[in-house]
């Protein structure tokens, strides 16, 4: 005889449940228990322990290892109370392990980002202002040559001319590259309209403190300076030549 609550094997003579604690009907309790096993559905893998085992295995996401938990501790509850009919126990497990080493692991990837994170973003900027400063002296050689094939004009303060003086970098020609924009400026001759002998050139990051921290300039004398101060506009003056 089984119980209509659970399912539950309910010995001849008990009047109630002893999993789910339903009352056992008075007919029902003195009816012969049917010991075919024949009879009897084949357990059923339960759902939420497989559930479990696929959140567990995202291992390292923090939303999936907290349903990994909360489904293992269900379905083994679910297990226990579904008197055989159900099964999955060893799955749930498993999903519950990978689940609690998925928390147990955040704090680690937390310190481990909090360390590496800075230290990727040091280095990307040191590598772009590395990468403007080569990139000034470049266009410093460009203006050179510029000047000497445009003897009427001298230096320009466009930066898509220098093309002509051999400057092939599209991106330096449109004026931003590796996180720094570049500009030529103050273009001007010695006297009246001669050619311009004097010209400026700035590198500053796009964004202060993310794609660098220093300004980089020079001029007609081919020093470059460089400048801690997020205003390009003081490098000229205020900033200090590279070694």
């Known amino acids: 005889m089984f119980c209509s609550g659970c399912g539950n094997n309910v010995a001849a003579g008990e009047k109630f449940c002893r999993v789910c604690g339903k009352e056992v009907p008075a007919s029902a309790a003195t009816a012969?228990?049917?010991?075919?096993?024949?009879?009897?559905?084949?357990?059923?893998?339960?759902?939420?322990?497989?559930?479990?085992?696929?959140?567990?295995?995202?291992?390292?996401?923090?939303?999936?290892?907290?349903l990994a938990i909360i489904f293992g501790h269900l379905s083994l509850s679910e297990i226990r109370k579904s008197a055989g009919r159900l099964k999955g126990d060893g799955i749930a497990m498993a999903g519950l392990v990978l689940g609690y080493v998925g928390v147990a692991a955040i704090p680690v990837i937390l310190i481990i980002a909090a360390i590496a994170i800075p230290n990727l973003l040091r280095a990307r900027m040191a590598a772009n202002e590395a990468s403007a400063v080569a990139s000034v002296r470049t266009l410093l050689i460009a203006e050179?040559?510029?000047?000497?094939?445009?003897?009427?004009?001298?230096?320009?303060?466009?930066?898509?001319?220098?093309?002509?003086a051999g400057l092939n970098n599209a991106e330096l020609l449109s004026g931003q590259k590796n996180g720094y924009v570049f500009r030529l400026q103050k273009c001007a001759s010695n006297a009246g309209n001669g050619p311009n002998m004097k010209y400026q050139v700035l590198a500053y990051p796009v964004k202060h403190n993310q794609t660098g921290t220093r300004v980089f300039c020079s001029d007609e004398s081919t020093v470059i300076k460089a400048d801690s101060n997020a205003d390009a506009e003081d490098c000229p003056l205020g900033g200090s030549p590279l070694e």
Do not use: Q, R, W
């Open 144 to 164: 050179v040559g510029y000047a000497g094939s445009h003897g009427d004009a001298g230096y320009t303060c466009t930066l898509s001319e220098l093309a002509d």
């Open 32 to 66: 012969p228990v049917v010991k075919n096993s024949a009879l009897a559905a084949p357990p059923e893998t339960s759902g939420k322990a497989i559930v479990s085992l696929i959140c567990g295995l995202f291992l390292f996401v923090f939303p999936m290892s907290i």
